[in-house]
């Protein structure tokens, strides 16, 4: 008798060759949750903890060959985006989703990084939201990424609260809108949004500068949702999982950028 094949989690988004963000820490957070992770690579970065020093695009018919051959093999019950860079591979990969429908669809919106720098084409944001966002089960942007989608600035927290309301309209089925740039030295607090309405979590502000955040909070809810857990939960778990990560992260290169510590967060088995 042929025994069931374990569950696996895609990650399509870009490679941080530094091994900090991206495809590198999707993986770990997959192999630190205990699911087989698998990887379609829509860009290629040269970077280390002080910078990016070259970007590298792969052929969109490539990018459609890794989709094709990981869904072709394994049972993948989560997929997680990451930075696709322009619209063409946004055209790709949202045709390959439509195609293969996959149970849940994790859509962190890659256009600022934390640092502050634009990383999507201005001509790729439309087709973010008009072909990306409605096959999402949940978005996961910062509030810069936030601004961007809604065409408007998030001051405070009362705008947060509209924010996240009015993401959902974009058409993903749930939000989880992250507050870490709001300013102020109190506790980060984060919104989960769907039709029940919206729910907050809050952790202590940790005074350093991370690498790998977001990339790790929507792997880390995929990871969650293909173990079976419901969005909500698997969404606030994910925060708790970031959180203990940056609180025990470590600085592997010469910049001061942190790296998250994705094995000493793992949850317990």
Do not use: W
Request: charged share 20%.
């Amino acid at each position: 008798m042929t025994e069931p094949r374990p569950f696996s989690a895609l990650t399509i988004a870009g490679s941080d060759s530094g091994g900090g963000a991206g495809i590198q820490a999707d993986l770990k957070t997959f192999a630190a949750h205990r699911i087989h992770g698998l990887s379609a690579i829509a860009a290629l970065t040269a970077q280390h903890t002080r910078g990016v020093t070259a970007v590298n695009v792969p052929p969109l018919d490539f990018l459609r060959s890794q989709l094709d051959a990981c869904f072709d093999d394994f049972d993948i019950a989560a997929v997680k985006l990451g930075m696709l860079a322009n619209a063409g591979a946004i055209g790709v990969v949202a045709d390959a989703l439509a195609e293969f429908q996959p149970r849940t669809v994790v859509v962190d919106p890659v256009m600022v990084a934390t640092s502050g720098a634009k990383l999507l084409e201005d001509s790729a944001l439309h087709a973010l939201r008009t072909r990306l966002l409605p096959l999402a089960d949940v978005v996961t942007p910062n509030l810069p990424e936030a601004e961007l989608l809604l065409g408007r600035a998030i001051p405070d927290p009362a705008a947060m609260r509209e924010a996240a309301t009015d993401l959902l309209r974009l058409g993903a089925r749930a939000v989880f809108l992250k507050g870490g740039h709001l300013p102020g030295d109190g506790d980060v607090v984060d919104l989960y949004a769907d039709v029940q309405g919206i729910t907050a979590t809050a952790h202590p502000r940790l005074v350093l500068e991370a690498h790998g955040t977001g990339c790790t909070l929507a792997s880390a809810i995929a990871a969650r949702r293909a173990q079976g857990m419901a969005m909500k939960d698997a969404c606030l778990a994910a925060s708790d999982y970031v959180h203990a990560a940056l609180r025990s992260g470590y600085r592997p290169g010469r910049g001061d950028v942190v790296v998250l510590d994705h094995f000493g967060a793992a949850p317990p088995p």
